[in-house]
Nanobody
Framework: QVQLVESGGGLVQAGGSLRLSCAAS????????MGWFRQAPGKEREFVAG?????????LYADSMKGRFTVSRDNAKNTAYLQMNSLKPEDTAVYYC??????????????????WGQGTQVTVSS
């Protein structure tokens, strides 16, 4: 089992920045692939970014987030981060972190992640 707790959401003006955190417990954090997803009202949950296990760090981003969002991890703190810059109103959503304990690459399907945090609201005003 993995427990995930997100924090860092809030209200920000367009063009602003937020950093989301996802604190993990229950398993060796180094071995967990971490994903970030978001879900806007009336829309499906979509992949935002992911970061591989620590042995060889790789990252993956959805096209619309490239250059604006940065995913990272701090294994000493058992925490993953999502730095979001140049935020737009269309980034408004509930953001979730998720954990994948399997071997392999970063997966982009929400149904491929077994463990989820409770979500944190990000609202970007125009």
């Amino acid at each position: 089992q993995v427990q995930l707790v997100e924090s860092g959401g809030g209200l920000v003006q367009a063009g602003g920045s937020l950093r989301l955190s996802c604190a993990a417990s229950g398993r060796t954090f180094n071995n967990i692939i971490m994903g970030w997803f978001r879900q806007a009202p009336g829309k499906e949950r979509e992949f935002v970014a992911g970061i591989s296990r620590s042995a060889t760090i790789r990252t993956l981003y959805a096209d619309s987030m490239k250059g604006r969002f940065t995913v990272s991890r701090d294994n000493a703190k058992n925490t993953a981060y999502l730095q979001m810059n140049s935020l737009k109103p269309e980034d408004t959503a509930v953001y979730y972190c998720a954990a994948d304990l399997r071997f392999g690459g970063i997966r982009v399907g929400a149904d491929e992640y077994e463990f989820w945090g409770q979500g944190t609201q990000v609202t970007v005003s125009s």
